[in-house]
């Protein structure tokens, strides 16, 4: 057998065999469960990127599940776009869990962590199938391995906030995944296919039906719900505020792109550009939605005292820019959004696993307790200003890169009006970010610090840590441990900043394939 | 005072006990009929599981446990999984897609066909069966404590 031949379906049932596979070693030992996790993601990784070199040198590749052939069986169909959003996922999804095992063990009970390795391994499978099927029923049925595995993954955490917060996703989330089940229905019914390709090929010649129109509606909603934008946003929050810290980096960084990722496929691959445009004028509604996501979530942050929900709500602004880009539908704006989703992914990932460190060592969530923190966690505090400075749009740094396409896209599609709003919520994260930046350098630490709640990070301040010795306090940094994978991903925020012409290249191939030269 | 109820409910006893081989052994035949006739892995799964969580409700949730120990319902859980993906994977190795059955190394392709299908409805079974019984073991516990 030829293994290269086969990564397609390897790259979704490796990390769901292990899911299975980690409870039976964990019995074992604990450690074990951690082992097989890191190796797994890495592995996919490694996967991922052969993938993508594949689709480089020889096109789209087309793998068929039981030799069956599509539309009849299920295809998975790996093109520029998937290959690019799939290494993102999996090298954040290595990274992540590279950090888990400091920080899971301060943040949820012992007899969960076995558990907890297993269902990251059914999310991590779940994202992955949503990239590679090329079959729409598929991706329902990865959305919902994906989101279940979500909803438990959020629930894990220590407080009983979590719970509710999980509830309140689930609820969401189910409505979601019912409306794109609506929707796949009505495309089934009318056409008799669930292959996306052949649904390109056969929807044509009705999208003036009523049920064409109405399946698109339901994709629509569903999608956005799934993704947070705007007005759908309101499960996330406190999702992202109440889930342990490594559960906060994976799905910020993974989650939604991967909802923005099946979005841009309903909307460019099953339907044609021609539809967006013309029959429907779902990009006018998206931009428009979009720009208030922007504004708002942007606006919201501000408002934060809670960093990790200053962080989510900074989230939902930036979603904005990725539905933005789309929505334009031009080959710039459409290189700006797929960009962000890796910029992006990048920048959240750092961000919330800084505020991981910060959790294991101090115990505390408030802004405030962030104050001359600079001299005691320089480390972890130089990644915070990296992923800062890259998430207000400095030059230099990711951050920059992804505006910039996104800015001359909106030129391009004559919609000056644009500008000014990615100006001022740029500005708006220099207000929400330097703050706290601010704070870091150049206050004076806030005392000894209480935890945030019993039973979280540590329940006595440790003595030589948090004492104040004249304003100054003796440099604790994090473990080596959690520190490292905050780094790569801190450095590549700024790798990608100046050596953009990798990510660049690749985006600008997948824009052009989903414009319409596929 | 629960255990009390169970002992002295003879009737109940005596029936659930001449049922439980029955129903276990209509759950296999549905488990493997599955690929020619209505049924299959879920639906003999789910019978299979039906048949234990019977033995619990009439013996109590400490004698069923005594008979199905959690360590067994979960690995039992993880087996139907990996028994299923093994089969696919052993395809892989046969030479063929993932779960293209007619590739098995056995006599003729119908034969490698039908018991790949046959494998995969084992693996399912015995895996809905342990999550059926996992879950009423989760839920009725949370009564007893």
Known sequence: ?518 | MKERVAKDHIIRRVIAKILIPFIQLYALYVIAHGELGPGGGFQGGVILGSSIILYVIVFGIEEGRKRISQKVSDTLTSTGVLLYAGIGVLCLLAGGAYLEYSMLPLPTHKLASGLGIYGIEIGVGITVAAVMITLFFETARREDD
């Open chain 1, 1 to 518: 057998m030829n293994i290269a031949e086969h990564l397609p379906i390897l790259v979704i049932v490796i990390p769901l065999m292990s899911a299975i596979v980690i409870p039976l070693v964990g019995r074992i030992n604990k450690l074990f469960s951690w082992y097989v996790t890191v190796f797994i993601t890495l592995l996919s990784f490694v996967m991922s990127l052969s993938l993508l070199n594949t689709v480089i040198s020889a096109g789209r590749i087309s793998y068929w599940l039981g030799g069956w052939e599509p539309p009849w069986g299920i295809e998975y169909a790996i093109d520029y776009l998937n290959a690019f959003v799939l290494v993102i996922v999996s090298f954040i999804a290595f990274i992540v869990s590279l950090y888990a095992r400091r920080s899971i063990e301060k943040e949820i009970d012992k007899s969960k962590v076995t558990t907890f390795y297993s269902i990251y391994m059914l999310f991590i499978a779940g994202l992955m199938g949503i990239i590679v099927t090329g079959d729409i029923f598929n991706l329902y049925v990865f959305i919902e391995i994906a989101s279940l595995a979500g909803y438990a993954l959020i629930a894990v955490g220590k407080r009983r906030d979590a719970l509710m917060a999980s509830y309140n996703y689930l609820i969401l989330g189910t409505i979601a995944a019912t409306f794109i089940l609506l929707g796949i229905g009505y495309l089934y019914m009318v056409t008799g296919t669930l292959n996306m390709a052949d649904l390109r090929e056969k929807l044509p010649m009705l999208y003036e039906s009523k049920v064409v129109l109405t399946a698109f509606a339901f994709f629509t909603v569903g999608l956005s719900l799934k993704l947070a934008l705007f007005p759908l946003h309101a499960w996330l929050p406190n999702a992202y505020t109440y889930a342990p810290s490594v559960v906060s980096a994976i799905m910020a960084a993974t989650a939604t792109k991967v909802g923005a990722y099946a979005m841009l496929r309903i909307m460019f691959t099953v339907f044609k550009l021609e539809f967006d445009l013309h029959i429907v004028p779902v990009t006018q509604i998206l931009i428009i939605l979009s720009l208030v996501a922007i504004v708002a979530g942007s606006v919201i942050a501000i408002a934060q005292t809670n960093i990790k929900r200053m962080l989510a709500y900074s989230s939902i602004g930036q979603i904005g820019y990725i539905v933005l880009g789309a929505a334009l539908a031009n080959q710039t704006s459409m290189t700006g959004s797929l960009l962000h989703i890796l910029n992006h992914g990048l920048m959240k990932g750092t961000l919330f696993l800084v505020v991981g460190v910060v959790v294991y060592k101090l115990g505390i969530e408030d802004i405030a307790g962030l104050k001359g923190m600079g001299k005691k966690m320089p480390f972890t505090m130089a990644a915070f200003t990296i992923a800062g400075l890259s998430m207000i749009g400095v030059p230099l740094t990711v951050g920059f890169v992804s505006k910039w396409y996104l800015a001359t896209g909106a030129l391009s599609a004559g919609m000056w009006f644009i500008i000014p709003i990615i100006l001022a919520s740029s500005l708006m994260t220099a207000v929400y970010f330097w703050r706290i930046i601010e704070g870091i350098y150049f206050a004076a630490p806030a005392g000894i610090h209480q935890p945030a709640f019993a039973g979280y990070g540590n329940p006595e301040p440790e003595s030589q840590g948090s004492k104040q010795v004249d304003g100054f306090l003796p440099r604790d940094d994090g473990p080596p441990g959690l520190l490292i994978p905050t780094f790569i991903l801190a450095g590549l925020c700024i790798f990608f900043g100046i050596a953009a012409f990798i990510p660049v290249s690749m985006a600008g191939q997948a824009a052009t394939m989903l414009l319409g030269g596929m």
